[in-house]
């Protein structure tokens, strides 16, 4: 069997959700023919599928090594790595792929998402650096050896005694033992309940189907309502915290909606659409779509 038959049996899998299937077809393929970028990154997309980021983010690069100029090499490898929580390396691998794609607005979005990842991982380490407790800790006067003890734990020992530099009456506030007084000036901060990050989706398509996840956990099947239009797609999900995510498309093309599948995953939520015309799709929304293009092997399809 040649390297081309193996992976149309594995694009069969792929779409037919078996990726485990697909993983091996695709690997059978990368085994008689190592030096296909086309064959590593279609077995990163079922990698990724199986949540094998690491084995994605693996192949990506060796499809880039291949490649350089595959802008889409570049770009499966920053998914594979923002999946792996590695920003910094998703945000250059994105950024890569946007040198070969200015005008890509999905590279952009992607490199907003890690800007955003980034700058709440500094605003976290910046809140815990303030959030620091200073220990009061009341001593008699001429007692040394216990401020010395209180220094070497990092206390800060108040005499009661006059010329002390704290003030008298705030010791004599002081419990028996231990006291403990926050920053006052971050106790807004340290109040407030972060809020619970909004859900997102992402998109991505093979030459028959359409795909839109939505990043949705331990969904249950009465909690989600999805309708397919010809040319929109309409989803509604009832959150554990009692809000509802709504999703409401006009798509870029025309699907058909019986052959369409709603799909619960512990990790999310998938939408695949099948497409009335095996066209590649620039965009997903009809807005952003810039022209009809025959589907190609080399595409940004699996």
Same mark, same amino acid.
């Given at each position: 069997?040649?390297?081309?038959?193996?992976?149309?049996?594995?694009?069969?899998?792929?779409?037919?959700?078996?990726?485990?299937?697909?993983?091996?077809?695709?690997?059978?393929?990368?085994?008689?023919?190592?030096?296909?970028a086309e064959f590593?990154?279609?077995?990163?997309?079922?990698?990724?599928?199986? /949540?094998?980021?690491?084995?994605?983010?693996?192949?990506?690069?060796?499809?880039?090594?291949?490649?350089?100029?595959?802008?889409?090499?570049?770009?499966?490898?920053?998914?594979?790595?923002? #999946?792996?929580?590695?920003?910094?390396?998703?945000?250059?691998?994105?950024?890569?792929?946007?040198?070969?794609?200015?005008?890509?607005?999905?590279?952009?979005?992607?490199?907003?998402?890690?800007?955003?990842?980034?700058?709440?991982?500094?605003?976290?380490?910046?809140?815990?650096?303030?959030?620091?407790?200073?220990?009061?800790?009341?001593?008699?006067?001429?007692?040394?050896?216990?401020?010395?003890?209180?220094?070497? #734990?990092?206390? %800060?020992?108040?005499?009661?005694?006059?010329?002390?530099?704290?003030?008298?009456?705030?010791?004599? #506030?002081?419990?028996?033992?231990?006291?403990?007084?926050?920053?006052?000036? #971050? $106790?807004?901060?340290?109040?407030?309940?972060?809020?619970?990050?909004?859900?997102?989706?992402?998109?991505? $398509? %093979?030459?028959?189907?359409?795909?839109? %996840?939505?990043?949705?956990?331990? /969904? @249950?099947?009465?909690?989600?309502?999805?309708?397919?239009?010809?040319?929109? +797609?309409?989803?509604?999900?009832? +959150?554990?915290?009692?809000?509802?995510?709504?999703?409401?498309?006009?798509?870029?093309?025309?699907?058909?909606?019986? $052959?369409? @599948? /709603?799909? +619960?995953?512990?990790t999310k939520v998938?939408?695949?659409?099948?497409?009335?015309?095996?066209?590649?799709?620039?965009? +997903?929304?009809?807005?952003?779509?810039?022209?009809?293009?025959?589907?190609?092997?080399?595409?940004?399809?699996?």
């Amino acid at each position: 069997m040649e390297a081309s038959d193996l992976v149309r049996e594995g694009n069969e899998a792929f779409v037919d959700d078996d990726y485990e299937l697909a993983v091996k077809k695709y690997s059978d393929a990368i085994e008689l023919n190592a030096y296909d970028a086309e064959f590593y990154l279609k077995r990163a997309a079922a990698f990724m599928k199986i /949540t094998n980021y690491q084995a994605a983010a693996a192949d990506a690069s060796s499809a880039a090594s291949l490649e350089p100029e595959n802008c889409k090499a570049h770009t499966r490898k920053g998914v594979a790595l923002f #999946n792996l929580k590695n920003f910094v390396a998703a945000k250059e691998a994105f950024s890569d792929a946007l040198k070969l794609d200015r005008e890509n607005k999905e590279l952009q979005m992607w490199i907003g998402k890690c800007d955003a990842e980034l700058d709440l991982a500094t605003n976290e380490a910046k809140l815990g650096a303030n959030s620091t407790e200073t220990v009061v800790v009341g001593i008699a006067s001429g007692d040394e050896s216990a401020k010395a003890a209180c220094k070497a #734990n990092g206390q %800060t020992p108040v005499n009661e005694a006059a010329g002390n530099a704290a003030d008298s009456s705030s010791v004599n #506030n002081l419990s028996p033992s231990v006291s403990t007084v926050a920053d006052p000036s #971050n $106790q807004e901060q340290l109040q407030a309940k972060p809020l619970a990050p909004k859900p997102r989706y992402d998109w991505y $398509q %093979t030459e028959t189907h359409v795909i839109v %996840t939505l990043m949705i956990k331990n /969904t @249950k099947k009465e909690s989600v309502n999805v309708e397919y239009g010809d040319k929109t +797609l309409s989803a509604t999900v009832k +959150l554990p915290s009692g809000s509802d995510f709504s999703l409401e498309l006009d798509l870029a093309h025309d699907i058909v909606p019986v $052959q369409c @599948k /709603t799909k +619960l995953m512990s990790t999310k939520v998938e939408l695949k659409m099948k497409k009335a015309e095996e066209i590649r799709w620039s965009s +997903l929304e009809a807005d952003n779509e810039i022209a009809v293009k025959p589907f190609q092997t080399k595409g940004r399809n699996i």
